[in-house]
């Protein structure tokens, strides 16, 4: 320790007696200034340093303190634009910005206010307002790549039926693709999907479906669902023996893939959602901890502007017989939204009918006085309804009203 501080010491006496000798040969430097500039040979370049005194050497007992020299790099800071200069400045943008146009497309343009406009793109509601609250722009953005993923029977497909539900109920064309050959036409009638208008594909292999996810991307197709992701078999492993080791074939093909759907997604406004499965994988720093992890590897969780994962809690009876289920829905990954809005939304279902949108939309409401709640009962559309039943009752024979009541809500909480 006493050879560093001694070296140390030495070194600042001989910064110190060379700054003295530099204070004597400069008659031109101006002797109430402290600040002195000494050239030091750093390899290649020179890097300019300034050294400040600080007292001078002090004896005390047995100690003595030397000279103390701070060295800091010395940075010029840009002068001050005047008027001349910032014109010229923003003439040469211009010019760059229109040579760009010409050169490419009308994407290249760099003007802020159209990016603007780009973010504010409009949505499809998820058909759950509770969980179009939680999403913070009121549903899933068009334009890009939704990721839904879950264990089973935790409401993935019935999530993704009530979404082709609301972007037809606003005149757009939707397309099914069934990978996992489960879909079922009746459920999704009873949950509100028109039929005739659904697009159903039931590709042979991953590579035809992923081609004709890309195709509809650039037609006028509002929302594409691919179920699942997990079912999404290469043509070599179909062709192939069941015992041939493929490696992570699938996980290469997503990466292909969505690079260039992405390519054409970004010049439409079409809505894609990926259903998704789970597997249970362990974990390479504590092999005793187990962890769920989504198919086809960690392309599509780069690519998916909104990431949400589902989970089944508890089983809803009426009159003890099984009639719903509770899921809950997290939001993991919202690229749209604030990072302190609310994660979670819980969502119930009924068995053959999809999400109870009026107990939704009874509950929320209430909640920010839009249905005032009197005792058990609710005044809705300045009518007395006794009890939660009857309310729902209501607003399901009265779908006018009950979109009334939702979209008052969902402005209510979206422009806070």
Known sequence: MRGILSSSSALLRRAGAQLSRTDCSSPSASATSPLRRSPLQNGKRDTFCSLWFKGRSVSTTGITIYPIVDMQLDYESDPPLDDTKAIEKESSLNVAVSQLAIDFDRDSNLCLERFSRARKASVVSTGSLKLDLALGVGGLPKGRMVEIYGKEASGKTTLALHVIKEAQKNGG?????????????????????DSERLLIAQPDSAE????????????????????????????????????????????????RALRKIQYTLCRSETLIIFVNQVRTKRTSSNPGIYKEVPCGGNALGFYAAVRMRTSRRELRYSEDEATGVGISVQIIKNKLAPANLKKEAGIDITFGKGICHESEILETASSVGVILKDGCGYWINNEFLAGKVEAEKFLRENAAVADEICNTVRNEFLQR
């Open 173 to 193: 064309y939707c397309a099914y693709i069934d990978a996992e050959n489960a879909f079922n036409p009746s459920f999704a009638e009873s949950i509100g999907v």
């Open 208 to 255: 035809n479906s992923l081609s004709i996810v890309n195709t509809l991307v650039g037609g006028s197709v509002a929302v594409v669902v691919v179920d699942s992701v997990a079912a999404l078999i290469p043509k070599c492993e179909i062709e192939g023996e069941i015992y041939t080791n493929c490696g992570d074939i699938q996980s290469h093909l997503m990466t």
